[in-house]
């Protein structure tokens, strides 16, 4: 199993030369297995990148296939979507993947991107089969010989994570989400932190602290949304991001050795960047974790 990341940046995307070393295409992250199978996980500004990639591997003559999960469908994780070019190549086969929406159905949200207001291109000029699977948290399903499983994360419009076992390896894609101790995020945004949490949302809170730590128990590799410093989630813990720490804390009780830190925040410099991955690594080593800053082009081999 290879990850390979090609946006790891949050909420949008900040070229230039303050960001060139960690990148500033939004969420795109692809794992291929060990046969070919081809995972996509979210299509913010990287999957433009992935796809001119994937042009040179079968995908420019119409033979490939690959799967798409989409944590949730704010703009950051879709928007590169309509410059992905392998889906206006006949022949090619996406599977795309999100959570089920009682208001707004999968295929609309993304062909609305398209529309001629917005786009010249129409979402009719696709010409790869395009299959859309509405999937709820707690599901899991075969991908090939791999096993899918989805999680509820803790953001407004509610994130699904994705853990992925194949290869004898586990990988565990968890962004965007805010801890589960101080607020639970549904499917409206919160304006401000609320002044106290009653009992029931606590129990509620602690249980799903609890689904996520078995979700993720033992994987190789988890991507954690690392969007703000502590003194910065303080002010925040409704905008439903989460911090290192937080990530370490999950690493530590879920017994795993493998941390990318991910989802960066737009206003983070490649020096902020470099301060956040040198202090993280050093508690993370000390901890026996691998902790590290995630970058854009950077590849691991589990």
Known sequence: ???????????????????????????????????????????????????????????????????????????????????????????????????????????DVLAYQNKETYSPISFNEVRAKLDFVEVGEG??????????????LNHPSIALGYRVDADDKS??????????????????????PPDHISEDMRRELEDLQQQLVGFVSGADLIVYDAFFRLEDYRRNPHWGHS????G?????????????????????????MDQIDGEYRDKGRAMGIEVFAAKEGQEIRL
């Not at 791999?146 to 999680?151: D, E, I, L």
């Not at 990988?171 to 409206?188: N, R, S």
């Open 248 to 272: 370490i804390d999950l690493c530590k009780e879920a017994g795993i050795q493998g941390l990318a830190l991910f989802h960066h925040a737009p206003g983070n410099s490649d020096d902020v």
């Open 243 to 246: 911090t290192p720490e937080h």
């Open 1 to 107: 199993m290879v990850v390979k990341f090609w946006g790891v940046r949050g909420s949008y995307p900040v070229p230039g030369i303050h960001t060139n070393k960690y990148g500033g295409n939004t969420p795109c992250v692809e794992v291929r297995l060990d046969d070919g199978t081809v995972l996509i996980f979210d299509a913010g500004t990287g999957i433009r990148e992935l796809g001119l990639s994937l042009m040179h591997n079968g995908f420019s003559e119409g033979n490939g296939s690959a799967h798409v999960f989409i944590t949730h469908m704010h703009w950051d994780h879709i928007q590169g979507f309509p410059f992905f070019s392998p889906v206006f190549v006949g022949g090619n086969r996406f599977t795309i993947y999100a959570r089920k929406n009682n208001r707004h159905k999968l295929r």
């Open 171 to 192: 990988f565990a894609y968890i962004t965007d989400t805010a801890p589960f101790e101080d607020i639970l995020i549904g499917e409206e945004f919160i304006s401000r």
């Open 139 to 152: 599901r899991s399903w075969s991908v090939g010989e791999a096993a899918v499983k989805t999680v509820r």
